[in-house]
């Protein structure tokens, strides 16, 4: 059974940094790309940042380039996300998914297979 955990969640105040972790069981999780992706209420789920199997490439939104980190450990099944320099408008339930045939630039929700449950992430001002 595929499960996609995430963590590292929580209440930081503008200005602080978390550190998001994925971790996968259930598939062959070196074979797939990954995403981060956020949601806030009322609103379709937003790709934040991509990156391929093996980690050699990694894709972000504008809002935070610069500020976030995506890395991946294929012998701990895990995908993390660095974030810095939080803002308030960070604020967002993030969630991890699995995309088979992708790179991890891919943008739509429709094109990854596999999806945690989320995290909240609050940013305080």
């Known amino acids: 059974q595929v499960h996609l955990l995430e963590s590292g969640g929580g209440l930081v105040q503008a200005g602080g940094s978390l550190r998001l972790s994925c971790a996968a069981s259930g598939f062959t999780f070196g074979l797939y790309a990954m995403g981060w992706f956020l949601q806030t209420p009322g609103r379709e789920r937003e790709f934040v940042a991509g990156?391929?199997?093996?980690?050699?490439?990694?894709y972000y939104t504008d809002s935070v380039k610069g500020r976030f980190t995506i890395s991946r450990d294929n012998a701990k099944n895990t995908v993390y996300l660095q974030m810095n320099s939080l803002k308030p408008d960070d604020t967002a339930v993030y969630y991890c998914?699995?995309?088979?045939?992708?790179?991890?630039?891919?943008?739509?929700?429709?094109?990854?297979?596999?999806w945690g449950q989320g995290t909240q992430v609050t940013v305080s001002s």
């Open positions: 990156i391929g199997w093996n980690g050699g490439r990694t």
């Open positions: 998914a699995a995309d088979r045939a992708g790179t991890g630039a891919k943008i739509d929700t429709r094109d990854y297979e596999y």
